[in-house]
């Protein structure tokens, strides 16, 4: 699996795989991670979607 360099909370560099990307970014642990495109700044960039992975549970509009 592609591994990703990450900028965390604390300004330690490391690298992490695309799924604890997604953790560490919904627990607040990172500042910062690397896309092709450049740096990402968690908060302030436009992030990914993070996909919930349960059953779906919005109400459906009935009317």
Same mark, same amino acid.
């Given at each position: 699996?592609?591994?990703?360099?990450?900028?965390?909370?604390?300004?330690?560099?490391?690298?992490?795989?695309?799924?604890?990307?997604?953790?560490?970014?919904?627990?607040?642990? !990172?500042?910062?991670?690397? &896309?092709?495109?450049?740096? =990402?700044?968690? /908060?302030?960039?436009?992030?990914?979607? !993070?996909?919930?992975?349960? &059953?779906?549970?919005?109400? =459906?509009?009935? /009317?």
């Amino acid at each position: 699996m592609k591994e990703i360099k990450v900028i965390f909370i604390d300004d330690s560099v490391g690298f992490v795989t695309e799924n604890q990307l997604d953790a560490l970014i919904s627990s607040g642990r !990172i500042k910062s991670f690397l &896309r092709s495109s450049g740096w =990402v700044r968690v /908060g302030i960039d436009p992030v990914r979607e !993070i996909r919930y992975k349960g &059953r779906d549970r919005r109400k =459906v509009n009935e /009317g």
